[in-house]
């Protein structure tokens, strides 16, 4: 890692949160606050949206937050999620490898990693009530549900809303004015 | 009709006034507080409301720290002129989002506060937390400005007066109006009380105008009016007829006496001119008899000559008689000379002018202490000469005889007696002791005319006295004269009556 690289990283951070994926790879500290805030969302979109009730097995079943590929977080999502309940469910955090583990989730983090295996992800899941996260730009032009983007240096949110009511799930509106809604068309994907 | 200060019109109105003005004022207050405090909640009601929507929808700005939905949401406020302020703040006590949006953030208190709404100087602060699911995720801080409610009030409170001043100037109406309907009655029938006192006109009758208390009140008013007037009549038609009774007796006893005074006087004048005109005929058959007793009398037999002398002897009782009368007549009509007269000198006078009676007789006088006392000398010793012969006479057959002559003082008068143990009398006839010509013996017993006690009856009466008598038939008896202490001035009412 250049030693430049690595310092001005830590100005910038230390200034702003202000940063690239290309940085947020060099920068340690800057990319650990992204996903510290990246993973506070993930747990605010447990109570933003609704899901059909067939999604859960019981009332008090918890609230699956699933990370398909490498884990950004670290420890982050895990301290945030701790002890906490939404609707009586309790959030729990799974870690996948494969589209094949992934069996009771609510929320699914798809990771840049898996951007390449992105379409095949998504059309696995089909319309099963999972409310998709992604990193990618065109993640939601994808088909995914909501996806993280980050505009002048903050995190905007981009959501497909066709794809979630497609997928049985209901977006608070207080969250959708907090986002950019993209329009696909239906049967894109 | 005016009313005099502190009538009973003025109280009633001011009664009203003070009643209705105090309730008006009382009430305004009630209103103006209850309004206030109303008004308030309602503000802070709103306020909260208000509040509590804009928390609500705050809440995914938070969760997802947009800072320009917040101040956009914020910014819905400028729809309400009276909210000043208001701040977001983030879980962690952090300023997050800012109204109105180019307000320096120094404006805003560092920290949120205390959950709740406070009044603070002319400015409502509500604090609400924002909760999604009972989660916090900030802090939303409101200050609204209390112009509208002191405008609010102001209004009120200008309503609430002119409400107030219309209310009294209507009770102030209606107090005087009411008033009349018990101050006029107890007007009408105080100057009815007025005129009956002023000009005891017991005619005047209250007006009865209405039937309460207060026409009870005049009704009894009247009744009493009539009463008064009914027996007022009564008394002075009473009055009338005392007085018109009064003067004719009065007129009636005037004329009596005047015509007894002029018989009084005629039959003084006859008896008087009669007993004085008797004489010389009297004198003349004395004399003539008296003559031919001396020019005949040897040549006339026994029986004759008797006749003569009791010829002779009436003529003199006759004219005897005649003096009395005379005497007894003088004493009615004789001037009194008023004087002290000593009793004792005038008892020893009296004793030693009839000393040619009591030659052959053996009398014990029992003289007593004798004062002296006030009257005519002359009338006096008349009487007492009665008494003392009277007292001779009748114990002519007594030996020894026993006169005792004393002075009993009592409360007003001086009681004057002559007692005697002679022939006395029968208690039975002491009325016509003092009588002219009554007599209880008869004169061949004991000679006298008649005339005696008589006169000892007006001279004593003359004196404003009084006389009268004791005895016993054989066992004597007692002649009291009773003489006034202040004895010169009845008198004197005596005689002029």
């Known amino acids: ?61 918890p609230i699956v937050i699933g990370v398909l590929g490498e884990d950004p977080f670290g420890s982050g999502l895990d301290e945030i999620v701790e002890g906490e309940t939404v609707h009586e469910h309790p959030l729990v955090i799974r870690r996948y490898h494969s589209i094949a583990q992934i069996d009771s989730c609510q929320i699914l983090f798809i990771s840049l990693s898996e951007s390449a295996r992105l379409d095949q992800v998504l059309k696995a899941l089909g319309h099963r009530s999972v409310l998709t996260v992604g990193e990618a730009r065109d993640f939601t032009d994808r088909s995914g549900m909501i996806g993280f983007d980050l505009v002048q240096r903050r995190v905007r949110l981009r959501i497909n809303l066709v794809a979630a009511t ?23 994907n | 009709m005016s009313a005099p200060r502190g009538s009973i019109r003025q109280k009633l109105v001011t009664a009203m006034m003070l009643t209705s003005t105090t309730v008006v004022i009382l009430t305004g207050a009630a209103l103006i507080i209850y309004d206030t405090i109303s008004s308030r ?69 560092a920290a949120p506060g205390k959950v709740g709404s406070r009044f603070e100087s002319q ?48 009770a102030f109406v209606l107090a005087n109006w009411l008033q009349s309907g018990i101050a006029g009655p107890v007007r009408l029938l105080a100057n009815a009380a007025e005129q009956v006192a002023q000009g005891r006109d017991y005619s005047v009758r209250a007006k009865v105008a209405s039937d309460d208390e207060l026409g009870l009140l005049s009704n ?110 003088r004493m009615g009509r004789s001037e009194m000379q008023h004087a002290h007269v000593s009793l004792r000198e005038m008892v020893a006078e009296v004793r030693q002018g009839m000393s040619s009676d009591l030659t052959g007789r053996e009398i014990v006088w029992e003289i007593g202490d004798l004062p002296d006392v006030v009257g005519d000398a002359a009338m006096l010793r008349a009487a007492l000469t009665n008494l003392l012969s ?11 005889a026993r006169i005792s002559i004393g002075v009993r003082e009592e409360n007003d008068e001086i009681v004057l007696y002559v007692r005697d143990n002679g022939a006395g009398f029968d208690m039975a006839y002491q009325d016509k002791l003092f009588g002219v010509f009554q007599r209880l013996h008869s004169a061949e017993e004991f000679e006298g005319t008649g005339i005696g006690l008589a006169n000892v009856r007006r001279i004593v ?25 202040a004895g010169s001035a009845q008198a004197q009412h005596e005689e002029a009556a």
């Open chain 1, 1 to 61: 890692m250049p030693l430049l690289m690595r310092r001005l990283a830590m100005v910038l951070a230390a200034t702003t949160l202000s940063f690239t994926p290309a940085i947020a790879a060099t920068s340690a500290p800057a990319v650990t606050q992204e996903y510290d805030l990246k993973a506070a969302f993930l747990f605010n979109f447990a109570q933003f949206v609704e899901w059909p009730a067939q999604a859960f097995a019981s009332p008090t079943a």
């Open chain 2, 390 to 400: 009277n007292a001779v006479k009748y114990t002519r057959g007594r030996s020894p």
């Open chain 2, 220 to 329: 009894a008013f009247n009744g009493m009016l009539g009463e008064i007037q009914q027996r007022d009549a009564a008394l002075r038609a009473s009055e009338a007829s005392l007085r018109q009774l009064n003067s004719d007796l009065e007129r009636r006893v005037q004329a009596r006496t005047a015509e007894l005074q002029v018989s009084n006087r005629e039959l003084e004048a006859f008896s008087y001119s009669v007993s004085h005109d008797l004489r010389a005929p009297l004198r003349h058959v004395d004399g003539f008899a008296d003559l031919l007793t001396r020019h005949a009398g040897p040549s006339l037999d026994d029986k004759s000559r008797r006749y003569l002398a009791t010829i002779s002897d009436s003529a003199k009782s006759m004219g005897v008689l005649i003096d009395d009368l005379l005497s007894f007549s």
């Open chain 1, 166 to 188: 497609d997928a049985g799930l209901t977006i608070s509106s207080k969250l959708l004015r907090q986002a950019q809604i993209v329009r696909t068309s239906r049967g894109s």
């Open chain 2, 41 to 109: 909640q309602s503000l802070t009601r709103r306020l909260t409301t208000q509040a509590e929507i804009l928390a609500a929808n705050s809440t995914a700005a938070l969760a997802f720290e947009n800072t320009d939905d917040a101040r956009q949401l914020l910014s819905g406020l400028k729809s309400d002129p009276s909210a000043v302020m208001a701040a977001l703040y983030d879980r962690r006590g952090q300023l997050f989002a800012l109204y109105p949006a180019d307000a320096p953030a120094s404006m805003a208190p």
């Open chain 2, 461 to 485: 009466q003359r004196h404003g006295g009084r006389v009268w008598a004791e005895g016993k038939v054989g066992e004597g008896a007692a002649f009291f004269i009773a003489l006034p202490r």
């Open chain 2, 123 to 170: 400015t409502l602060v509500i604090i609400e937390p924002v909760e999604e699911d009972g989660r916090m995720l900030g802090t939303l801080y409101l200050k609204s400005d209390l112009r509208a409610l002191t405008v609010r009030r102001r209004v009120f409170a200008l309503v609430v007066l002119l409400a107030a001043a219309g209310s009294v100037a209507v």
